[in-house]
């Protein structure tokens, strides 16, 4: 069985909502309050419950303005099944919306796209509720640029080298606060390598 062959099952809440619709004269447009108080049902199981049935074509769902408008669909329903499934009350059709509205509001709701209802929507049944707009938050205003305190740049402080000879004819280095001490060996091998890099830098070696 494909979508479009759908039926409710007898006795449910779409069969109900199906029923109630194809029993009103064709063209006829009802609110969703005017349907759960003729099938005694909740607004928001009526809105859950339906989807398959206008997916198949069974009846229509659409919205104008903040009101959402039922209807039978293109699909033939037996009357057997409309006999089987009588509203519960009788209630009053309001007269349609005017053209005027309609021609101003856009007439178009996805059936997936439909806001899921809530036991509140039950509140009003004659009528739908008029819901306004949200307000519109105002706009944040623009990042202000953040001053940073000015930091003094100093210059690095300059390297400062001493040498000297212990008592025992060792050498003694001191770079910035710390002391190398080279023994005499030591103290040569640095002494000739210091000769290569000086005569190195005149381009005598």
Not at 6 to 11: E, I, Q, T
Not at 82 to 95: D, F, G, T
Not at 127 to 148: D, F, G, H, L
Request: contains cysteine; hydrophobic residues 40%; charged residues 25%.
């Amino acid at each position: 069985m494909t979508s479009m062959d759908y039926m409710p099952g007898a006795g449910t809440v779409p069969a109900r909502v199906v029923a109630y619709l194809h029993s009103l004269p064709a063209g006829t447009e009802v609110g969703t309050g005017i349907i759960a108080e003729a099938i005694d049902a909740d607004i928001a199981a009526i809105f859950a419950g339906t989807n398959a049935a206008c997916i198949a074509n069974l009846i229509e769902r659409q919205k104008i303005g903040s009101r959402y408008l039922w209807s039978r669909g293109s699909r033939h329903v037996d009357a057997e099944f409309i006999k089987a499934h009588p509203p519960k009350r009788h209630v009053e059709i309001p007269a349609p919306i005017p053209m005027a509205e309609r021609l101003a509001t856009p007439r178009t709701i996805p059936v997936d796209d439909t806001p899921p209802p809530t036991l509140a929507m039950a509140a009003s049944l004659r009528t739908e509720r008029e819901i306004p707009p949200p307000e519109s938050s105002p706009p944040e205003p623009a990042p202000q640029p953040v001053e940073r305190p000015r930091q003094r740049i100093t210059a690095p402080p300059e390297r400062e080298i001493r040498f000297g000879l212990w008592s025992d004819g060792s050498l003694c280095v001191e770079r910035n606060g710390r002391i190398e001490t080279f023994n005499s060996e030591e103290a040569q091998k640095l002494a000739r390598f210091l000769n290569f890099m000086l005569l190195r830098g005149r381009g005598e070696a």
